[in-house]
């Protein structure tokens, strides 16, 4: 039974509880020793963990997407929790509640769904008002649940609506800042611009990549799919082909993995919108699990860059 949530371990605890493997790697140190560097999670979480002392039965059973039942020591350098774990030992499926190990989204799915829908009805062209509804109804039940990524960034459940509803939050305030920016293009685009990860992952409580989101990604899959159903609607404006576009270029440079770079100013708005929701998930991460006045670890996707958490004032 799980008693023990890595957001409440601290620095000298001695900790006996059930964990999920979220990943794992087999090292070799510099005396040719082998040992594991292992994150461990649970649905507040997750922590690096070593297990230096590693035996045959340790590498049959630890392996990503597994519960443990872990025991283990907690301490701290330089500011973050690790994890040194000295047993680890296979649970019983029947008596494990899956839900404890998966991470969810920071904001009740309610209040996400409320938002969604104000955001929707505030359309007011009428033909990004239908492509919107429409696209969004037909992936509902997924659009809501799903993980928006393996890791780095909005990697629980209900991580597409939590990137996407916030990034139109961030939209609607942009437009009213440019006038002249077609604000409902804008909004539609951050709703849908991520709609294809339902497709690219498995909503598994430590995500994965489909076949199909690793031979085609989700930018492809979705435009795919938009085309096919937006093609149906038999709309006569340009409308289709600019949030198309949006689908399309929302990475923002063909380095990272966009067929096309932002060609309209909205399509722009949306992939710096983007990157500033992903960056800004990545730093509420990093700043989790250190203390005010020291510096977070070197984000690889915040280019290597350590950040400072100010102190508390």
């Not at 040719?32 to 035996?55: H, M, R």
């Not at 993980?147 to 939590?162: L, T």
């Not at 689908?247 to 500033?276: K, N, Y």
Request: glycine content about 4%; aromatic content about 8%; proline content about 4%.
């Amino acid at each position: 039974m799980k008693v023990e949530w890595i957001k409440d371990l601290k620095d000298g605890q001695h900790v006996h509880d059930e964990f999920i493997v979220a990943n794992v790697n087999k090292c070799t140190s510099d005396k040719g020793k082998i040992y594991l560097n292992i994150i461990l999670q649970d649905k507040t979480g997750s922590i690096s963990a070593k297990k230096w002392e590693v035996t045959d039965h340790d590498l049959s059973i630890v392996r990503p997407g597994k519960v443990l039942a872990v025991e283990g020591e907690v301490s701290s350098y330089k500011g973050i929790l690790q994890f040194k774990v000295l047993n680890v030992e296979e649970t019983i499926n029947e008596l494990v509640d899956i839900s404890n190990f998966k991470k969810v989204s920071p904001i009740p799915l309610k209040e996400l769904e409320e938002r969604l829908a104000k955001h929707i009805a505030s359309l007011k062209d009428p033909d990004v008002a239908l492509i919107t509804k429409t696209i969004i109804n037909h992936f509902y039940d997924k659009y809501v649940t799903y993980p928006a990524a393996v890791k780095i960034h909005h990697e629980f459940g209900s991580g597409i609506i939590h990137h996407s509803v916030v990034m139109a939050d961030v939209a609607d305030a942009v437009a009213k800042c440019y006038p002249q920016v077609d604000r409902d293009i804008l909004v539609a685009g951050a709703l849908m611009h991520d709609i294809g990860k339902t497709i690219e992952y498995e909503d598994l409580p430590v995500p994965e990549q489909t076949v199909e989101g690793k031979l085609i990604g989700h930018i492809s899959l979705m435009y795919a799919d938009f085309k096919k159903i937006v093609d149906e609607l038999n709309i006569k404006s340009e409308v289709p082909l600019l949030l198309e576009h949006m689908i399309l270029s929302h990475h923002g440079e063909l380095e990272f993995g966009s067929p096309v770079q932002p060609s309209t100013r909205e399509a722009l708005l949306l992939s710096m919108i983007d990157m500033i929701d992903s960056r800004m998930m990545v730093l509420d991460k990093a700043y989790a699990i250190v203390s005010p006045g020291e510096f977070t670890e070197r984000l690889w996707a915040m280019d290597n860059v350590s950040f400072y958490k100010p102190k508390e004032r």
